[in-house]
């Protein structure tokens, strides 16, 4: 709703870890954007403990997405936020509590 509903982004990235918790929440932020006829420029897996997301936000990047949509916690949240800035890529990340983690906060 906040990316597609309030901020009419069009092309969004979704990235999500690949635990039982990521992987259900991508399915459910799939279905939740085909409801709105929106279908995600990229949709990319990383595992808990990664450090460096530079791939999988490349192709999201590349894709033309205007925001990511995140599904994991608070450590690999802030790679993904650090990867962005290491890029120079200034698009909104957008997901659940899990951005208000304090070890996300310290990190990114």
């Known amino acids: 709703e906040e990316a597609v509903g309030k901020r009419k982004f069009t092309k969004v990235a979704i990235l999500a870890d ?3 918790y990521g992987q259900l929440g991508r399915e459910d932020l799939e279905k939740a954007l085909a409801v709105k006829g929106v279908k995600p420029v990229a949709v990319e897996k990383f595992n808990i ?3 460096d997301m530079t791939a999988q936000l ?5 894709g033309g997405a205007q925001a990511v949509l995140t599904y994991g ?3 690999e949240l802030a790679q993904i936020a ?3 800035e290491k890029l120079g890529w200034k698009v909104p990340m957008i997901g ?3 951005l208000s983690m304090g070890n996300f906060l ?3």
């Not at 490349?58 to 590349?62: D, E, G, V």
């Open 18 to 20: 690949s635990t039982n």
């Open 49 to 51: 403990k990664d450090v």
């Open 73 to 75: 916690i608070g450590p």
């Open 58 to 62: 490349l192709k999201a990047k590349q």
């Open 82 to 84: 650090n990867g962005m």
């Open 96 to 98: 659940s509590w899990t």
């Open 106 to 108: 310290d990190n990114a």
